[in-house]
Every structure is written in C-alpha cells, then in structure tokens.
C-alpha cells in the first residue's frame, strides 16, 4: 500500500509539473503589445459599466495608433496581452481583441480602482518602443 502511494504521489508530481510546463508555453505564445509613456497622449481612470467595473481609457500618439490598428486586425478575436514597457500585464489574464483599435480605446477588466490605478502608473512609469513585442 505504501509503495502504490508513493508511485500515486510521484504521478501526480510529474503531472502537475508537466502542467505547469504547459500554462507557461501557452501564455509565452499569446501576442503582446507594449504600451509605453512615450506613446501615449492620454491615460485615465474610469468606472465602467462592465460587471467588473474599472478600465483605463488610453490616447495613443500617431505612430502608436498605426501599430495598434495593425495589431487589432491581426488579432481580432483573439486573445492577446497589452503589457508595460517592463512586460509586466495590464491586466491580469489578458483580454481578447474585440474590436479594431487605433489612437483612441479603453481597456476594461480591471477589478478595482487601486488596479487600474497601478496599471496607468505602470503604463506611464515605463519607456520604450510600443508596439507589438515578437516573441
């Protein structure tokens, strides 16, 4: 009994870890676009009316929206993540292209207002090119 226990533990040691493995390379393939303070115009806080109720609404620079718009219509539909300069997630699970974004769009999903608060200063603290990071 004891020697089935142990394999029992050993099989579910290597399972766990293989899922581990997995959730990593799954979230090491979802498109990323880095948002910067050198590419935005405008960041602000605001409650929506989305049933997890705060948001970022974002103004990006010219060059910035060009990019952007080539990033929603190659992802439409699909999940992506908008990260800081540091790649660190904006929001936390990432979110799926839901429509065709430019110069101006918000991001909601953010549970709280200290949230969205943390990520505008994640956002804004952050530098580099924007855009879509190749993995």
């Excluded at 979802?30 to 609404?57: A, D, F, M, N, Q």
């Excluded at 103004?59 to 190659?74: Q, T, V």
């Excluded at 800081?84 to 101006?104: F, R």
Aim: charged share 25%.
């Amino acid at each position: 009994m004891r020697n089935v226990m142990c394999k029992m533990k050993t099989i579910l040691t290597m399972f766990l870890a293989l899922l581990s493995i997995s959730s990593i390379c799954i979230g090491a393939i979802i498109p990323r676009y880095v948002i910067t303070s050198e590419c935005i115009t405008s960041i602000e806080v605001h409650e929506t009316k989305y049933p997890i109720g705060w948001g970022l609404l974002i103004k990006l620079n010219e060059s910035a929206a060009e990019e952007m718009l080539r990033f929603s219509k190659k992802y439409i539909g699909k999940k992506v993540r908008i990260v800081d300069g540091n790649e660190k997630n904006i929001i936390k699970n990432g979110l799926t292209m839901q429509s065709y974004l430019s110069s101006s769009f918000q991001v909601v999903g953010l549970s709280s207002q200290k949230e969205a608060i943390n990520a505008k200063k994640s956002i804004s603290e952050t530098t580099g090119k924007c855009g879509e990071k190749q993995k």
